[in-house]
């Protein structure tokens, strides 16, 4: 049994399934902005390629594109690397039980 497991309710982790699309699709839209960015650069257009290319190759591995182990016993783990990555803030927790977002506060600090 996963020492997480005893504070993740059922309402917490259907809360999750919900919000991790809703979550991912708004980092997509922030990454999409940066590399808007990129694109629109004074560089050389073979640097600006290249650029995005490294980007969009590290980008696409982070859990605010795609979370590989969608499971509740990871659950707590996935939303530690979406506040680590900056996918989420500890406000975008609202709805989640209180004891799952003060574990979280605590473990964010």
């Known amino acids: 049994m996963n020492v ?3 504070i993740i309710t059922e309402k917490d982790w259907k809360l999750f399934r919900k919000m991790l699309p809703i979550w991912q699709e708004r980092y997509m839209e922030n990454l999409i902005n940066e590399y808007e960015a990129i694109l629109a650069g004074d560089a050389d257009a073979s640097d600006k390629f290249w650029k995005l ?5 590290k980008d696409k591995k ?3 594109v795609c979370v590989t182990d ?3 016993s990871q659950m707590f783990a996935n939303i530690m690397v979406l506040l680590d990555e900056k996918v989420i803030t500890l406000d975008d927790l609202e709805g989640f039980s209180d004891t799952l977002r003060e574990r979280l506060e605590l473990m964010n600090r």
């Open 4 to 6: 997480t497991d005893n």
């Open 53 to 57: 290319e490294k980007r969009m190759r």
């Open 70 to 72: 969608m499971s509740r």
């Open 62 to 64: 982070k859990s605010g």
